[in-house]
């Protein structure tokens, strides 16, 4: 489990194909490795990955097939930067929100304004996320945890503070730039919840989420 505040920027030092696979290495400027073991989670742009090998400034972590077919690993270089953030601990300040480390989707930078000190982003997500974004929610956007200002169809506004653009690499978007998106686990299960006993029933091919106002109405949601 992480919480959406990064801990350091590092820089992909190499992506080393291994079959359908990638062994991807990390260096670190500011993270703390001195605690991390073999085993271990740590977010890479959102991206839960298990450190398989560590260094006093690096680590190394295998990335699947699933992994990068669903999350911008497919697009990344040797060179590129990455939000990086350790697991939580039980002792922690929860200082974002819930964040699995489980990318739903990925997203793309619309536009980039800067309004005084503050830049406001608009970002486009799949139509399948759409409903799980919600005005003054929270969405986690390459592992940082932020929150929605404002909604239009599937685009979603971000106000970002300077310290935000200074600490992770959302000060190096550009418009085009594809991004990591995990929408509010709570909204995901919630989802399912409101199926009821129709979950039994529902396969990876049908529409298990299409939740209608006539079902709401139907299952007492709405008076």
């Known amino acids: 489990m992480f919480t959406g505040i990064i801990e350091d ?20 400027h ?21 450190v ?13 097939h699933e992994t990068i077919k669903r999350t911008g690993f497919a697009q990344y270089q040797a060179g590129a930067k990455v939000n990086l953030e350790k697991a939580l601990q039980a002792n922690g300040r929860l200082g974002g929100h819930i964040v699995s480390g489980h990318v739903d989707g990925v997203g793309k ?13 608009w970002v486009e997500a799949p139509a399948s996320l759409a409903k799980y974004i919600a005005q003054k929610g929270s969405i986690t956007v390459d592992g940082v945890s932020l929150t929605v ?33 995990e929408v509010d686990v709570i909204a995901r299960y919630l989802e399912r919840l409101m199926l009821g006993d129709n979950a039994a029933y529902t396969t ?3 529409k298990q989420s299409e939740i209608s106002m006539a079902f709401l109405a139907e299952n007492g949601y709405l008076r």
């Open 9 to 28: 920027i590092g820089l992909i030092q190499s992506l080393q194909p291994n079959g359908a696979d990638i062994r991807l290495t990390i260096q670190t």
């Open 30 to 50: 500011k993270l703390d490795m001195s605690d991390v073991h073999l085993g271990d989670s740590i977010a890479n742009n959102g991206v839960c990955l298990t």
């Open 52 to 64: 398989v090998a560590k260094s006093a400034n690096s680590f190394s972590a295998d990335v699947s």
């Open 109 to 121: 930078v619309l536009s980039i304004n800067s309004v005084g000190r503050y830049v406001e982003i």
């Open 149 to 181: 200002n404002e909604v239009k169809d599937s685009h979603f506004l971000l106000t970002l503070i300077p310290h935000s653009l200074q600490e992770t690499i959302i000060g190096l978007y550009k418009v085009g730039t594809k991004v990591n998106l």
């Open 204 to 206: 990876a091919d049908s």
